[in-house]
Each structure stands twice: as C-alpha cells, then as structure tokens.
C-alpha cells in the first residue's frame, strides 16, 4: 500500500504527528494551555470569522454554535452567491429566521447583527468577491472555515474540480492576503482516502498532479471528458472523493505558508445534542435513505448488515472545527495538522443495526401517508438485489402510477424510483464495505481542552447511545424535513394498519388464485399439500402438548 505523505519539519525532520505528541508547541500557547487563560470562548472574543458554505449544513450548524457558545465573536462574514430572485442579504434573513436558530435568538436576540453577507461565488474568478469587500476582509478577518463544495457523488468530473480543487486555489490565494491570518480550516472527508482500508490522519500524494487535470479540462470536451474520468477514479467510487484528495493535496503543496488544518468527518447525520436533538435540514446521505424506508418506497437495498455505518452527528465535526481553528492559532503548528472526526473506531455501528432501529421508529412514529408499510431487505448479492428492485420498486411503481393516471393524477412514482435507484447506486460503495481511521490528533487536541471546554465543545462519540440517536434522527426527519405535525401521529398508525390489512388481502387473493390454478387442478398438488399441513398441525400439536407438562 502507498505512504501517504507527509510535509517534515524544516529544522527537526520529525511529522507534524510526533512533534504534537512531544508537545513541541510554542511557550506561549503552551503556558495558555495549561492555565487556562485562553478558553474557547475568550480565545474568539473580538474575533472576525470569514466562511464559505454558509447556507450549506454544516455552515448553518457552525454558525449557530460560535455565536451561542462564543458570544464575543466580532462579526461572521459568510460568502454567498444571490440565487435566483434572492438577493444574498435575503438569503442571510432566510438562514438566520430557521429554527436551527430559535435557542440561539431567544438567548441573544440581536445576533443577527453579526452575520454579514459577502457577495461572491466560487465558481467564479477570484471568488466573485468585489473590491470593496476584498479590502474589508483582508484588514480584519482572523479565522477562515472552507466548507463551500459540492456534495454529489455523480457531479461531473468539469464541475466537481472547479468546485472542489479551483475554488480552494482562490482561497489560498484570498487567505495569503489575510494581513491577521490566525487558523485556516478547510472541511475536507473521511473518504477522500477510501480506496484505503486503513486511513491515516496525513495527507495521500495523488496518482495525478492537481494541476495536470485543470489544464486538460480546459481543452477536453464533454464525450472525451466521460472516458476520461472513468479512467482517473480507478479505485475511487466517484468524483467527490477523488476531488477532495486533490484538494487537500493542492493545501499541502499550495499552501505551505498558511496555518492551515484539515477536519476529516465521515457520513454527516442529524444533530445529536445542539441546539437540539434530531435537526436536519437536507436528504443527503442516510436522510434521504431514512425517509424513504419510513415512507415504505424503500423495500431493498445493496449493502452489507455487518459493515460500519460510520455516521457523525453533525456537532461533532462542528465542535472539532471551532476548537482546531483554535488549537492552530495557538500552538501554531509547523505542518498541516489532519483531523479525523469518525465513530467506526471508537463507537462501533453496523448498517443492519440502523436499519432495525430504523424499521422500529418508523413503527411507533409512522410518517403521514405512507406509501407501503416500512420494511427493508439488506442483501450484498447483486443479482437479488436486482431481483427484488424489479419486484418491490419497479412493478409497484408502473401499477401506481396506472391508478394515479385513473383517478386523474399526475403519475409520479416511476420518476421516484429512478431517482432512489441512482442514489443506491451512488451509496452501494459505501454500504458494502468498511474502514478504520486513525484519530490520534483528535484525541490530542481532546486533551488540550480545559473541562469546561471540553463540555461545551464535545466531540468524543464514545458516550453517543445510536438507538436513541437514530430514533431522534427519524423523528427530526419528520418534523424538520417534512414539515410533518407529531398531532396527526393517531392518523399516520391508522394509516399504517389499514396498508397491513391492504397486504392481508392481496396475499390471500395470491394465494386463492394460486389454488385455483395449481393446487385444485391437480390430485399430486393436492396431496403434497394436505402432507405439508398435516405435518405444520402435528408440529404445533406436539410443541403445544410439550409446553403444557
């Protein structure tokens, strides 16, 4: 297996790993550790924040938990592009009226003074970003958090590099200007290694130069593009991953002069304490899967029960970022430091056990009209896999939309299904297989933290209990994603049981019409049936009689 690389210290030779073992860090950061005088809090008291992202998950979740658990903070200046008919001070109002923020506004009603719009996007040349706002920023901004990209794991190869590889260039470009640059933090993923079964907290030097495949799709065009990125991912299971291994790479190499740190986190789920359990605001990932398992659209899926479901509340990734940026401005690391932010190693949690916890909230929490009872068949083998897609997705999709068309309704579930089965296929790579990550400098900056600290910005998932996380997962999904009334729970288990008596039905229908047209017509069938009966009624007669002595 290749090494992945790492940048040495220029005067020692030693990793950025052992140096941080040792407790090579300067004096003064060293003193402030151990005296606590600069907590968390005081540390970004006056402090002016520039973030990319913001309108995305992970930057709503940042956002909230640096100005409650930070009050002091000077101001957060969050790059937004206008969209649509929204102007970005519009879409700043939007995000700050959702109730990720009602904890937040009751304890601090102006808070919103301190979220300001900057105009820009990062697709486009020096990051859209006017002039006056240039200068705004490089004359104040301390920390910089890079969470803006694409998450789509079948976006073309074209859009992902710009998104994902160009867009951290500008950045380091913007960043080198910074006159009080402190920490830079750049959101990268757990799986940007996963053609690796064992992933390390450095950075992997890539098969390709970043910069080799930003000059050739200047010139390749789409047909060629195609085959072109199917030979590139090798092992990679789509452009996402590759990209964001590029991207780190171009921050090693790109921005060696910068205080730059990597957080790593792994599946991103729904919050787990703050501001509140179970907050989702989007069908990424296990989400999606989730809501279509409850509605009963899911009925099969590829993947392996025993295999590492290695989701991450999202306060913990966010926790891990606020206390690295502050972790990077004071001890000041000689190389790029790698945060790993998974559960698989020290909270073990299987896909079978999800989807049992799942299966059993959606039970006692049904959504509102649901389209078949919950229920799911985990299987690795591809050919039943497939069989079961054309049985319990694709027939009851036609029959469906057959009925919707008679009762003068727009057929839609085919359309559904097609758009559930390309997301199966995207996440099949991730179901089916498992990895184990190092998290040493987690664990160090962990211990970095004085006890009131570690209890605001938490981010150890040992003590995570999964059923009840799952279950507020489920329930969050409702409430937050479907906008779906916990009042109208009586109608959606009514609705539920009238769908089981719907199924009794049709399997007694199955089964009078299977002994009309097999059984009744032939004296062999027959027989062979009244032997298997017979032999079911002496089985229970014998265990009833044993039971009773």
């Given amino acids: 297996m290749e090494q992945p690389e790492r940048q040495s210290c220029p ?19 060293n003193a402030a550790f151990h005296q606590g005088e600069l907590t968390v809090p005081k540390f970004y008291a006056g402090k002016k924040i520039f973030l990319t992202g913001a309108t995305g998950f992970i930057g709503k979740v940042l956002i909230e938990k640096l100005l409650r658990c930070c009050p002091d903070i000077s101001v957060i200046y969050c790059l937004i592009r206008p969209k649509n008919s929204q102007s970005v001070h519009q879409r700043v109002t939007e995000l700050t009226d959702s109730k990720l923020f009602d904890r937040l506004r ?16 990062i697709m486009l040349p020096d990051l859209g970003i006017s002039e006056e706002d240039r200068h705004m920023l490089e004359d104040g901004v301390h920390l910089v958090f890079h969470s803006a990209a694409t998450v789509r794991f079948d976006e073309t190869l074209r859009v992902a590099v710009q998104m994902n590889i160009v867009a ?28 690796h079964s064992h992933i390390n907290e450095a950075i992997y030097k890539p098969a390709v130069e970043p910069q080799k495949i930003i000059d050739v799709l200047e010139w390749m065009d789409d047909d060629m593009l195609e085959l072109f990125t199917k030979k590139l991912l090798k092992d990679k299971p789509n ?80 926790n891990v970022m606020i206390t690295v940026a502050w972790y990077t401005a004071l001890a000041r690391p000689r190389q790029l430091m790698v945060y790993h932010t998974t559960t698989g190693n020290l909270n073990p949690f299987t896909w079978g056990e999800m989807e049992n916890i799942v ?25 039943v896999h497939d069989y079961l897609l054309f049985v319990s997705h694709i027939i009851p999709a036609h029959l469906a939309d057959v009925g919707y068309r008679l009762i003068g309704q727009k057929p839609r579930m085919v359309k559904t299904y097609r758009k559930l089965h390309r997301s199966l296929d995207t996440l099949s790579f991730f179901t089916c ?12 900056l962990r211990h970095q933290l004085c006890p009131e600290d570690l209890k605001v910005f938490y981010f150890d998932p040992r003590p995570l209990h999964w ?83």
């Fill in 467 to 549: 059923a009840t996380y799952v279950e507020n997962y489920c329930i969050g999904a409702k409430k937050y994603l479907l906008n779906e009334d916990l009042a109208s729970l009586p109608a959606a288990r009514a609705h539920l049981r009238k769908l089981r008596n719907i199924r009794y039905m049709f399997n007694t229908m199955i089964a009078v019409v299977l002994w009309r047209t097999l059984i009744a017509r032939s004296q062999i069938a027959r027989n062979v049936w009244y032997l298997i009966v017979s032999l079911v009624f002496k089985f229970v007669r014998y265990f009833h009689i044993t039971s009773t002595m």
């Fill in 433 to 444: 297989n498992s990895w184990t990550w190092v998290n040493n400098n987690s664990e160090i």
């Fill in 106 to 121: 009751r304890e601090q009603p102006d808070f919103e003074r301190k979220v300001v719009a900057v105009s820009g996007d």
């Fill in 168 to 195: 951290v260039q500008k950045m380091i470009s913007l960043c080198r200007k910074f006159k009080h640059l402190q920490a830079f933090v750049h959101v990268s993923t757990a799986y940007a290694n996963c053609d």
């Fill in 11 to 29: 005067s020692s030779g030693k990793t950025a790993s052992s140096e941080h073992i040792n407790g090579k860090i300067s004096r003064h950061a």
């Fill in 239 to 318: 452009t996402y991953t590759y990209t964001k291994q590029l991207a780190e790479w171009v921050l090693l190499t790109q921005g060696s002069d910068l205080p730059i740190a990597v957080v790593r986190p792994s599946i991103v789920g729904a919050t787990w304490k703050e501001p509140f359990a179970g907050w989702i605001d989007n069908y990424n990932g296990p989400s999606g899967l989730c809501i279509a398992l409850g509605k009963g659209i899911l009925r099969s899926m590829k993947g392996e029960c025993s295999a590492l479901a290695d989701i991450v509340p999202v306060d913990i990734p966010i």
């Fill in 359 to 383: 299966l059993d909230s959606f039970k006692r929490t049904p959504l509102d009209s649901c389209f078949r009872r919950p229920k799911l068949i985990f299987t690795r083998n591809s050919y």
